[in-house]
């Protein structure tokens, strides 16, 4: 709830989203965006933030969902690595994990991604998308992305274009619409 609605409003579980407590809303929410906020902290700080009372075989689980494992053990002190101000000693793709690490572990019903891959290589994208479809299974998810390919498994794709919507559509009619391909994914 970083901005209320203009028109309308946004319903979770039939109840308006100003009217709900700003904590009880941020508990239902797990986000992971393009430009990920990491504290100067540990690795394990930074993944168990919002859900602290957690196993080392938990972190571990989602760090592996999240295709984090594999560069979490090359550190110097593996989860108890500091990585500095904002995640400054990762890549970005590095960073991005441990975020979505962080979603994994948090296991809220609603789910926000925004960009969440975009600074993963295309096959580190391809392992990530896969955990993120199981993460997916039983909520609301809201994905903003500019790659169609992460958004093919969606019920649903709203394209958006300088605020208004173009269209929405199932992922195969808008792969369909060659006008909508064309402009907006370069297809």
């Given at each position: 709830?970083?901005?209320?609605p203009?028109e309308?409003?946004v319903?979770?579980?039939?109840?308006?989203?100003?009217?709900l407590?700003?904590?009880?809303l941020?508990?239902?929410?797990?986000?992971?965006?393009?430009?990920?906020?990491?504290?100067?902290?540990t690795?394990?700080?930074?993944?168990?933030?919002?859900?602290?009372?957690?196993?080392?075989a938990?972190?571990r689980?989602?760090a592996?969902?999240?295709?984090?494992?594999?560069?979490?053990e090359?550190l110097?002190?593996?989860?108890?690595?500091l990585?500095?101000?904002?995640?400054?000693?990762l890549?970005?793709?590095e960073r991005?994990?441990?975020?979505?690490?962080?979603?994994?572990?948090?296991d809220a019903?609603?789910?926000?991604?925004?960009?969440a891959?975009?600074?993963l290589d295309?096959n580190?994208?391809?392992?990530?998308?896969?955990?993120?479809?199981d993460?997916?299974?039983?909520r609301?998810?809201?994905?903003?992305a500019?790659?169609?390919?992460?958004?093919?498994?969606?019920?649903r794709i709203?394209?958006?274009?300088?605020?208004?919507?173009?269209?929405?559509?199932?992922?195969?009619?808008?792969m369909?619409?060659?006008k909508?391909?064309?402009?907006?994914?370069?297809?």
């Open positions: 709830r970083f901005f209320d203009l309308g409003g319903l979770v579980d039939g109840v308006d989203l100003r009217d407590t700003l904590s009880s941020r508990e239902q929410v797990a986000l992971v965006t393009q430009d990920v906020f990491l504290f100067h902290d690795v394990r700080a930074n993944i168990v933030a919002g859900k602290p009372n957690v196993t080392d938990q972190v689980a989602a592996e969902a999240a295709q984090a494992w594999g560069f979490i090359r110097p002190n593996g989860l108890d690595t990585i500095g101000d904002r995640g400054q000693k890549s970005g793709g991005q994990r441990l975020s979505i690490a962080r979603a994994l572990l948090k019903p609603i789910l926000l991604l925004d960009e891959t975009s600074a295309t580190t994208e391809a392992l990530v998308q896969a955990a993120l479809r993460l997916m299974r039983g609301t998810t809201l994905v903003v500019h790659r169609l390919s992460t958004v093919l498994s969606a019920d709203i394209v958006i274009d300088k605020g208004e919507k173009i269209c929405e559509d199932t992922p195969a009619a808008v369909c619409d060659r909508v391909m064309a402009a907006y994914f370069g297809a």
